[in-house]
């Protein structure tokens, strides 16, 4: 072992008076006697082939020699490891400790099960990414094949691309009289030197008098500009990759609702730390309208047309060539609404879809004149829709997800009358445009509707709808509709429904 040694004990039996020689060799060299030793128990620490004989008397009398024993000696080692990127050199090391003056010739496993002899303890690569893998490695004394170390522990060495280092600053803007400070660094990793410029990736080294150099990987920076940064390690130099401190861009929704529905109105705004007037926007969508280079994007009636991903950057309005990096996307889902109105005649078979990043949904409903309950008792659910083959009584409705988070409620009513009002089952937004309209159980509606607001007559020509082209929060109230028969012998009048309207960030 390491630092220890081995007992090895000679004797002849029944009999005293002996001393004792001692005799090693190696595989590469002749047998000597061990000088200093005669005793019967001795004490080694070196690997070989060990005999005996005893000896006593005068004249001296010598035994036979004893068998052979064979010691190896089992030497540790410490491996050195380091991080290391693709196109790096790196120097694996296999250390010996209590070897002494001992010449070693070394044997490396790599990941490709191949066997690598060196006569020194060290083994330059330059890596690719085959370097990826296990690694061992040991020594053999080259002058005794049996002296020699068992083999390394595996050490996994990753070989990863070229890294991006990762530049932030503690402000955007630099302050009258003032410094800003940019921090430099790549990740996990160590031994890097940081490099800086100023304009472009061409542009001179930033040195010490230009700027203040606070540590390495952090400068103090008082001119306004664009900078760049990137580290290097080794000999020859391995760089990683440049970055460029940007300013911070964030797509934001308004009112931040990732859902809406068809005909609501939402804003997305591009936000770019630093204000908005000396900045260009450019937009990209997966949704089929492209939003124009404005910093934001105003959706007065949504459509499936506005669903999909928006991210946006900014460009310098007086430095073209100098740009933000893209925001991280965000997503705008607009869904049809389902069902679209809130009076539905006793026959109609009515489907409530949930919508949303779940996947247990539950419809429950609470009737007005009986308990809540779920779609299971009244209904059949299929995913997360719940389909009601007929609507026997008015009720309130509302989606709950497997983690307890409930959507708004929607008041769904059925009526056995010939005639109900069309009316939005959500509330309207403000500015937006609202048609209502007249349906009959067993014929069309050809003209001649009338239309009531809180029981006052707000419509009574010859046309069949209700347009209001830009609600406003006075359209809020009780609707419901008259018509008519085409033998005018009697008038039909529907159910009333309550018609809400929000504000526009409500």
């Known amino acids: 072992p390491v630092g220890g040694g081995v007992t090895l004990s000679c004797s002849v039996d029944d009999s005293d008076g002996w001393k004792y020689d001692w005799f090693r060799r190696t595989s590469n060299s002749n047998e000597a006697q061990v000088v200093g030793e005669e005793n019967r128990d001795i004490r080694v620490s070196q690997g070989g082939i060990y005999r005996c004989r005893g000896r006593r008397g005068k004249p001296v009398y010598y035994t036979v020699y004893s068998d052979e024993v064979t010691l190896i000696e089992l030497i540790q080692y410490f491996y050195l ?44 690569l330059s890596v690719s990414e085959s370097s990826s893998g296990n690694y061992m490695c040991r020594g053999r004394n080259r002058r005794d094949s049996y002296s020699s170390t068992q083999w390394s522990k595996t050490i996994t060495l990753t070989v990863s691309e070229k890294p991006k280092p990762q530049l932030s600053a503690d402000y955007r803007v630099i302050p009258v009289g003032g410094s800003v400070t940019l921090s430099c660094s790549v990740n996990p990793s160590s031994g890097w030197k940081y490099y800086w410029y100023r304009g472009d990736q061409s542009s001179e080294l930033l040195i010490r008098h230009d700027d203040v150099f606070k540590s390495n990987g952090q400068i103090s920076v008082s001119q306004e500009g664009q900078y760049w940064c990137r580290g290097g390690r080794g000999e020859p130099v391995y760089y990683s990759q440049y970055i460029t401190v ?22 997305v705004r591009c936000e770019i730390q ?43 309005k007086n430095a073209q060539h100098e740009t933000t990096g893209l925001s991280d996307a965000v997503t705008l889902r607009v869904s ?18 949930c919508e949303g990043n779940s ?50 409620s929607v008041n769904i009513t059925g009526h056995n009358d010939d005639i109900i009002l069309v009316s939005p089952v959500l509330p309207v937004t403000e500015g937006t445009s609202v048609t209502l309209g007249c349906k009959l159980r067993r014929e069309n509606v050809v003209s001649n509707v009338f239309f009531y607001q809180n029981d006052k007559l707000i419509q009574n020509d010859t046309r069949v709808e209700l347009i209001i082209s830009a609600v406003l929060k006075s359209d809020q109230g009780f609707y419901r509709c008259e018509v008519q028969t085409d033998s005018l012998i009697r008038t039909l009048t529907s159910p009333q429904s309550w018609m809400a309207v929000k504000c526009e960030y409500d």
């Open 81 to 124: 490891c380091l991080s290391i990127f693709r196109g790096e050199k790196i120097t694996v090391r296999c250390e010996i400790q209590g070897g002494g003056d001992t010449e070693w010739d070394y044997e490396w496993k790599t990941p490709q099960s191949t066997s690598h002899q060196t006569h020194v303890n060290y083994w330059t």
């Open 336 to 353: 049809d609404t389902n069902p679209d109105r809130v009076q539905h005649f006793t026959s109609d078979s009515v489907s409530l879809s």
């Open 274 to 316: 630093g204000g908005d007037t000396e900045w260009e926007y450019e937009w990209e969508t997966t949704s089929s309208i492209k939003p124009s280079n404005q910093n934001e994007f105003r959706i007065s009636s949504a459509s499936s047309s506005h669903s999909g991903n928006y991210r946006c950057k900014g460009r310098k």
């Open 246 to 267: 940007s300013n911070r861009v964030v797509v934001t929704l308004n009112p931040n609702w990732s859902e809406i529905y068809h005909g609501e109105m939402i804003t």
């Open 359 to 408: 996947t247990e949904w539950r419809v429950r409903r609470f009737p007005e004149d009986s308990y809540l309950s779920l779609c299971s008792d009244w209904g059949t659910m299929t995913g997360s829709t719940c389909n009601i083959s007929g609507l026997n009584s008015s009720a309130v409705y509302w989606c709950e997800s497997g983690s307890g988070q409930f959507t708004n």
